[in-house]
């Protein structure tokens, strides 16, 4: 016991194994949780906000792993703890009220995508020597495929479904919000576009085939709807009126 509790202190990444042979309890004992606390964090970190991890010491660490034959077993590890992080996600997604869906999705969306730009490059030795070779795919691309798997494909016909009514409340969901969670859907996968094209095709160009001569009447339609929707709203008139004062006071050049 005293000599495992003494072998626990010192750092695999600044202390070189006696004998160039690391076990798996060095694997698991003293690699695998530094680049475990480093993949945590990256994944919880907010949304803007970068935590200081040293990306040499984590790279160093995933280095040794795999070139000690231990990148089958950290490539299982990372996905656990990945996977363990985006179920956890989904039950807070599938806790919310409807009115907080849509701003939790964006949140997590953004949080993960962000992420990934950390993990990567700290697992690229991984990526390069076992992911790619091994699996003829790449580790963004599969993270990316967890993140679908977890989240988005459990939750996207809500998100949807909400996108759309927000489309018949003007500002109801902020543009850029909106925006943003079409555009990282289509990202991902292409055939999402296929469960609402209308919607997509706000966002996304080239979604709907192009216009033919007898549907322009059903556009001009659909414009004069929104018009009418925009000049019943509080905050547009409000802002128009604020906009009319304001040249109503400007001063006329004769």
């Keep these: 016991m005293m000599g495992e509790a003494k072998r626990t202190e010192y750092s ?10 690391m ?21 919880t970190q907010e949304p803007g906000v970068y935590m200081k991890i040293s990306y040499e010491q984590m790279y160093s660490c995933v280095y040794k792993c795999v070139c000690q034959q231990f990148a089958e077993r950290m490539y299982s590890d990372l996905r656990h703890t990945i996977t363990q ?13 409807e009115t907080q869906v849509l701003g939790q999705f964006h949140h997590i969306l953004k949080q993960y995508t962000q992420a990934l730009g950390g993990i990567v490059p700290i697992f690229n030795y991984l990526n390069r020597f076992y992911v790619v070779p091994r699996m ?3 580790l963004r691309r599969e993270l990316t495929k967890l993140f ?21 409340r003007p500002f109801a969901v902020h543009p850029t919000v909106a925006s943003e969670i079409v555009s ?26 192009p216009t033919r001569l007898e549907d322009i009447p059903v556009y001009i339609e659909e414009t004069q709807r ?29």
């Design 12 to 21: 695999p990444l600044l202390t070189p194994l006696g004998s160039g042979f």
């Design 23 to 43: 076990t798996e309890e060095d694997y698991r004992l003293q690699f695998w949780p530094q680049l475990e606390g480093a993949v945590r964090m990256l994944l």
């Design 85 to 97: 992080h985006l179920q956890h996600m989904a039950v807070q997604l599938q806790n919310c009220s």
């Design 136 to 138: 003829k795919s790449d």
């Design 148 to 168: 679908t798997q977890y989240i988005v494909d459990l939750h996207i016909a809500r998100v949807l479904a909400l996108l759309e009514d927000a489309q018949t």
């Design 184 to 209: 990282s859907l289509y990202s991902f996968s292409q055939e999402y576009a296929q469960l609402n094209p209308g919607l997509f095709a706000k966002y996304i160009p080239n979604i709907l085939p």
């Design 226 to 254: 929104l018009q009418r929707e925009l000049t019943g709203c509080q905050d547009f008139n409000r802002l128009g009126h604020i906009r009319k004062r304001t040249n109503e006071d400007e001063p006329v050049n004769r």
